[in-house]
């Protein structure tokens, strides 16, 4: 085993930025982050200071309140997003397949929103669902839906969806990407060889163009889901998390534990039972990716 | 077979109502698609096109009764203080989204060459531990990345904006750049070496230019990351005139809550550089894509 990593010591040469830059940022920070979860910290970053806890930070998340609300949050934020990002996503690519007039521009329009900041997507909503001069709340009113204007943020039962909307403003385009490359993947033959048989469009869909797409569907929920469970800007700079906590995610949370109310600790226990959470969505992942390799390999 | 033919008169107009369903149903689904996409950019505009006494009234002027440049202009007046924060800003921006770019660029090309072409100990776990990094959070990095950046003294500066960007950079970067190099035949750089060339002029005359739809896509990718990056430099840095575009723009206009034309113009400028460089460039992001990620 060494002497075979001696043998290959050149190959590592080319790897050997990428890991060393990993390493500063990713793993020192993992393993500060365990310990940290053990301790009690005063606030300030005087962590010299910090005395061993055990296990009271992980206790204290899981008996409290807020943790269930943040993490059910969590849940519809992600599951919400992902699901609905990628439907939209996936229909605009197949309704863009085919060559029509102007089809270039419009998939350029189409994703731009997922070029811009999500700090300038987030103030371009916050201004459309403004309570006093949104345009949403004008139309509503305009049109005799409302009598006044709707607090869509300012409202505990609103604003997670309304966050959900803009959310996925910015990230179908993701999708929609993702599987306009996958759908060039599809063999043209397949397809008229299935409707020389007499296939109608939607059993071309499902019997051959699906298939074919099935690990790109696999990977771009993955990435995904994983994006919006690690998202933290629409939300922050909508709401901050608020009203009464009804838009915190656990990301924001964490946030708010350490930079805000300085209890490096209890936000640091947050972070590795994230962390557990994230592992088990990588595997899926990992198996996603590899499953490519291993089916080629065996063709 | 002969019944496929018997029937297939009497199907074929139904079938292509069938069809034409479909078709104008993904017509519906666009416009829809489109509404959703633009209208919020075209009101950001309008907005921002409007004095702050007309941008607040109720019912909303729908086209502003007396457009006006001024948000823009006070913006990039380096004159007054607004301007030249704004420009500053900007200036940041660029800064540390190109230095970036040039970093991640130099980093992922050799690490997704090995990836793809020597089998080492360790590669496959190595691989899986650079793809893993997008699995996690920043928010999980930033306070032990905050009191690194603190004890190497970076906090403050651009660098260690850099250093962190870097590492979500490379992820995708080096996996679009494998898939890249995989789709190369290795027999065109025997070839080469055969004729003489050493490893490296192989790999800079014969496999760089094949893949620079791959690097432009990854500098693109870098680069609009790097751009609009908020957490790590909304906590790392603090000093005004080190404040990059986000950043800046909030802390800005959390002082001045209701200057929204003001407000929109920022917005619009701050998407301006990303949205022309990916729309100037987009055909070798969705190439690399196909041909990178996706195909194999």
């Known amino acids: 085993m060494l002497r075979e990593v001696w043998e290959h010591r050149a190959d590592y040469a080319y790897v050997l930025p990428a890991i060393t830059v990993m390493l500063i940022v990713i793993a020192y920070p993992i393993y500060y982050t365990i310990e940290l979860s053990f301790f009690k910290t005063p606030p300030g970053l005087q962590l010299r200071d910090k005395s061993f806890i055990g296990f009271d930070n992980y206790t204290a998340i899981l008996t409290s309140e807020v943790f269930w609300k943040v993490t059910w949050n969590t849940l519809i934020w992600t599951l919400g997003s992902t699901l609905i990002s990628f439907v939209l996503g996936f229909g605009a690519a197949l309704a863009l397949h085919r060559d029509f007039v102007g089809r270039g521009v419009l998939r350029a329009i189409l994703i731009i929103p997922w070029v811009i900041s999500a700090v300038a997507a987030s103030y371009i909503w916050k201004w459309i669902y403004h309570s006093d001069f949104g345009i949403i709340g004008a139309v509503l009113v305009g049109l005799g839906l409302a009598d006044r204007p709707p607090n869509f943020i300012d409202n505990v039962s609103t604003v997670l969806p309304s966050l959900i909307v803009v959310n996925i403003w910015r990230e179908f385009p993701f999708a929609m990407i993702m599987m306009m490359a996958g759908l060039q993947t599809v063999p043209e033959q397949l397809l008229r060889a299935a409707e020389v048989d007499g296939a109608n469009a939607w059993q071309r869909f499902w019997h051959v163009t699906f298939p074919h797409l099935r690990n790109v569907s696999t990977v771009t929920i993955l990435l995904l889901a994983v994006a919006n469970f690690n998202s933290f800007i629409i939300p922050w700079i909508m709401t901050g998390g608020g009203p009464s906590n009804a838009s915190h995610i656990w990301i924001t949370h964490i946030y708010e534990l350490a930079f805000g109310r300085q209890r490096w600790g209890v936000a640091s226990a947050y972070s590795v039972l994230l962390f557990l959470i994230l592992m088990m969505l990588g595997y899926f992942y990992v198996r996603a990716l590899t499953g490519n390799e291993r089916k080629e390999g065996g063709a | 077979m002969t019944a496929t033919a018997e029937t297939a008169p009497r199907d074929r107009p139904r079938r292509r109502i069938r069809v034409e369903g479909w078709r104008w149903a993904g017509r519906v689904f666009l416009v829809f698609m489109l509404l959703y996409t633009a209208l919020p950019m075209i009101w950001m505009l309008i907005t921002s096109i409007k004095s702050g006494f007309a941008a607040t009234q109720f019912p909303p002027q729908w086209w502003p009764d007396e457009p006006t440049l001024a948000s823009y202009q006070k913006l990039l007046d380096p004159q007054n203080s607004v301007g030249q924060d704004f420009l500053r800003f900007f200036w940041n921006s660029l800064f540390v989204s190109t230095v970036t770019t040039i970093l991640s660029v130099i980093v992922a ?67 679009l750049l494998k898939g890249f190099y995989d789709n190369i035949p290795v027999q065109l750089e025997q070839a080469a070496r055969i004729d003489g060339a050493t490893r490296f002029q192989a790999f800079i005359l014969i496999v760089m230019p094949l893949s620079t739809p791959g690097i432009i896509a990854t500098a693109i990718y870098s680069f609009i990351g790097a751009w609009n990056e908020y957490i790590y430099a909304y906590t790392f840095l603090s000093k005004n005139d080190q404040l990059t575009l986000p950043v800046g723009i909030q802390r800005f206009f959390s002082e001045n809550t209701t200057d929204f034309p003001g407000l929109m113009a920022a917005s619009f400028m701050m998407s301006v550089p990303v949205v022309v460089l990916f729309l100037v460039l987009q055909r070798y992001f969705v190439r690399a894509l196909t041909e990178g990620a996706v195909k194999h």
């Open chain 2, 109 to 175: 090309v050799p690490a997704a060459y090995a990836f793809s072409r020597f089998s080492f100990p360790g590669r496959n776990f190595l691989f899986f531990a650079v793809l893993l990094r997008n699995m996690f959070p920043a928010v999980i990095f930033l306070v032990p990345l905050f009191i690194l950046m603190r004890a190497i003294g970076l906090v403050n500066t651009h660098g260690s904006l850099v250093l962190t960007y870097l590492t979500f950079g490379l992820p995708l970067a080096i996996w």
